[in-house]
């Protein structure tokens, strides 16, 4: 119970931010996206699984890639949750998200949530679910004591902020640009005051997402929030690896290191 | 029960056509969507407005269109009166600019410099690179690599007017994912960029704005068939893709139920082939580009590839307020095959001189097999929404020919 606000705890009393990685599921198999999360969970405080979908509107082309090719690799979402379970046999303290569409996670009916509550999951991020329409999502998942993770972003205005804060758990995931993942950070005086006013209205962590895409980023912006998410770096070190497992973990592991390190700075 | 409808008033505050429609995007596009919902209601019923709009309906679209009695072809059907509602004789060539004239006015009125677009067939990319040259706006259009190719034309149609169309080739290569791109541009530019979304669908408010530009269509034949026979029509007739000149014709008739209104989807290879593009005749509700309805998926709620002779019906869904029509049952909603769509193409060119485009053929292949079961006093209308010069290449190479 309460992995999530558990793994916030850890990482403060290492005197360190938290690190979200995300990955998608399926990419390029199930199999080999298994061994990239059994090495993501040595490394990072959370972890997101993505879970692909054919029309992934929010994504840059390396995720979008990274989708098409695990939906190629027939995956379901009986199979990401079993890959979950799995999971949940090597780790048992480590927070495990969903990331995903809205669509994917609707196509499950009302057993969405007994079906992720059992194999292990913490909580969900969907994308395409804006405040404005998740009252019945964070009421199902607050009955089962899941976060529904909130997105801000740079055009959320305040007030709406103050409104999301409200209905929140977990943590807030703020989208550091007007953009999809993998593109370029613009302006960091921007993030560091939306981050810090988010903060003064809520004791829920805020972490940063989309753009870090180098440990000094990931250094600057954990400095400013609670944490950051990595997601499109990582899946492009794999991706110019080729998918080859051995070459793969060596880089993912050597990225991950420099992320934790650069996290870990004051 | 007989006033089930006269408290017709949709979509709700909340953007909803009962459980359709709704904003289901990143927080990122939210302000956006609130800034055009509020603007829009401020300034629809604003006088200037109107009347600006009214002269570049009359003086740039070329409005009204006719209300034409297809005399021979109706003599040929031996049954009921068939008249076209000639949208194909618009400016462009199609209904399409009857929103792009009013979503350009929108935009200047926030202030937004440059202007995105997604197109399937081509036609509401022109009509958007239309508007955008007469008001010197930067426009950029988003086109599936696939239609690109099978609608050379269009694509050279818009560069001469000045706009710049990026090529999609992630997905399916065709509208749906054009749509995405267009999503993901305007994520990235959202402060000085307006997207003109071409039909009734996407999130709140666009399926209320689109349908209530396109609705001068079914308002201005309320007046012509007063006129022309005395009444309403009988039944109106019209394709649906995302749905746009369906509900432009539709909408200020749906409170008068004494009309039959007919909307046709795309049956592609056939209903149980599984290629087609008919979401409301062989789909269930799910959330796509923003909005909820009936969509073509799997069980995991992957979204369908489908497949169309039309550019523009390809598309696995449908605007949210046919969903909400066709659960209620106000519309009745068929499928045309591709074989139908293109039989109707060739007998409305060579019976009444007029091509249609392949899309308005599906409502045209509905006619043909529908109107001798009717009686001969019906007035049936259906909404013909685009010509057919944009199809020469398909139709030539559905019946055998190169160029």
Same mark, same amino acid.
């Given at each position: ?23 998608? %599921? ?15 969970? &040595?490394? %990072? ?24 090719? %695990?939906?190629?690799?027939y ?30 996670? !609707? ?8 079906k ?11 994308v ?15 009955d089962?004591?899941?976060d ?8 959320t ?18 989208? &550091? ?5 993998? %593109? ?36 600057k912006? &954990? ?21 080859? !497992? ?21 | ?52 709009? =009214? ?6 679209? #070329? ?10 072809w109706? *003599? ?16 462009? #060539? ?10 350009v ?59 710049e169309?990026? @090529?999609?080739?992630?997905? =399916?290569? =065709? ?5 995405? /791109?267009?999503m ?7 402060d ?6 071409? $039909?009734?669908?996407? @999130?709140?408010p ?6 209530d ?16 026979f #005395? ?14 000149n ?11 139920? /004494?009309?039959? +209104? ?16 008919? @979401? +409301?005749?062989?789909?269930? @509700? ?14 995991d ?8 002779? $039309?550019?523009?019906? *390809?598309?696995?869904?449908? #605007? ?16 045309? =095959? ?26 045209l292949?509905w006619?043909?097999?529908?109107a ?18 944009? *199809?020469?290449? $398909? ?9």
């Amino acid at each position: 119970m309460g992995r999530i606000k558990d793994s916030f705890e850890r990482a403060k009393n290492q005197e360190s931010k938290t690190l979200i990685t995300y990955y998608v %599921a399926g990419d390029n198999n199930l199999n080999f996206s298994k061994k990239v999360f059994l090495k993501l969970l &040595s490394y %990072a405080d959370i972890i997101e699984i993505g879970v692909p979908f054919s029309d992934p509107m929010a994504e840059g082309s390396i995720i979008q890639r990274s989708h098409e090719r %695990a939906l190629s690799s027939y995956i379901t979402f009986s199979r990401i949750l079993s890959l979950v379970k799995e999971l949940r046999i090597h780790n048992q303290d480590k927070p495990i998200v969903l990331m995903g569409y809205m669509n994917n996670f !609707l196509s499950q009916g009302e057993n969405l949530f007994k079906k992720i509550k059992k194999a292990g999951v913490d909580g969900l991020i969907i994308v395409d679910l804006p405040y404005e329409e998740s009252e019945f999502f964070y009421n199902k998942l607050k009955d089962i004591d899941l976060d529904l993770i909130r997105l801000i972003s740079p055009t959320t205005p305040k007030k709406t902020i103050e409104k999301i804060v409200k209905f929140s758990s977990g943590f807030l995931y703020y989208v &550091s640009f007007r953009g999809v993942t993998g %593109a370029k950070l613009s302006n960091f005086k921007e993030v560091q005051d939306k981050v810090k006013y988010i903060k003064s209205k809520t004791k829920i962590p805020v972490v940063v997402g989309f753009g870090i895409k180098e440990g000094e980023i990931a250094q600057k912006m &954990s400095k400013i929030s609670d944490g950051v998410v990595v997601g499109s770096r990582l899946i492009d070190i794999i991706q110019q690896n080729n998918f080859r !497992l051995s070459d793969s973990m060596k880089f993912l592991e050597k990225s991950l290191k420099k992320f934790r390190r650069d996290v870990r700075k004051k | 029960m007989a006033n089930k409808n006269n408290n017709y008033n949709y979509p709700d505050k909340n953007g909803r056509f009962g459980s359709f429609g709704g904003r289901y995007v990143s927080e990122t596009l939210i302000s956006a969507l609130e800034e055009l919902e509020s603007l829009y209601k401020k300034i629809k019923n604003d006088k200037k407005f109107q009347e600006e709009l =009214t002269n570049d309906l009359q003086t740039f679209v #070329g409005r009204p269109s006719p209300l034409y009695f297809a005399k021979r072809w109706t *003599d040929k059907l031996n049954g009921a009166k068939v008249f076209l509602k000639r949208e194909d004789l618009n400016h462009t #060539g199609a209904h399409k600019i009857n929103n792009t004239v009013g979503q350009v006015l929108l935009a200047k009125k926030m202030g937004k410099k440059r202007i995105i677009a997604e197109t399937g067939a081509g036609q509401h990319g022109v009509a958007t690179a239309a508007v955008c040259a007469r008001h010197g706006i930067e426009c950029i259009i988003f086109m599936g690599s696939e239609d690109i190719e099978r609608q050379a034309q269009n694509v050279y149609r818009m560069k001469l007017m000045g706009a710049e169309v990026c @090529p999609v080739s992630s997905g =399916t290569s =065709t509208l749906k994912d054009a749509m995405n /791109e267009a999503m993901r541009d305007w994520v990235s530019y959202i402060d000085d960029t307006h997207y003109i979304i071409g $039909s009734v669908a996407g @999130p709140h408010p666009y399926p209320m704005i689109v349908r209530d530009f396109n609705s001068i269509v079914g308002t201005e034949l309320k007046k012509q068939s007063k006129i022309l026979f #005395g009444k309403y029509p009988d039944k109106i007739v019209a394709c649906v893709g995302g749905g746009s000149n369906a509900m432009g014709i539709f909408y200020p008739f749906i409170k008068d139920k /004494e009309v039959d +209104l007919i909307g046709v989807e795309a049956a592609g290879s056939g209903l149980s082939s599984g290629k087609h593009a008919a @979401p +409301l005749s062989d789909g269930s @509700p799910g959330v796509l580009h923003g909005m909820k309805t009936y969509l073509m998926q799997n069980s995991d709620g992957q979204i369908l590839g489908t497949h169309s002779v $039309s550019a523009g019906l *390809d598309y696995p869904g449908v #605007g949210p307020e046919h969903s909400f029509l066709k659960d209620m049952g106000r519309v009745h909603y068929e499928a045309a =095959t591709d074989k139908e769509a293109l039989k109707a193409f060739h007998d409305l060119s060579r019976i009444e001189g007029i091509m249609p485009a392949l899309e308005t053929s599906h409502a045209l292949a509905w006619v043909s097999k529908n109107a001798k079961k009717l009686k001969k006093s019906d007035v049936v209308v259906v909404n013909l929404s685009g010509r057919g010069d944009k *199809d020469m290449q $398909s139709v030539a190479k559905a019946d055998g020919i190169n160029f």
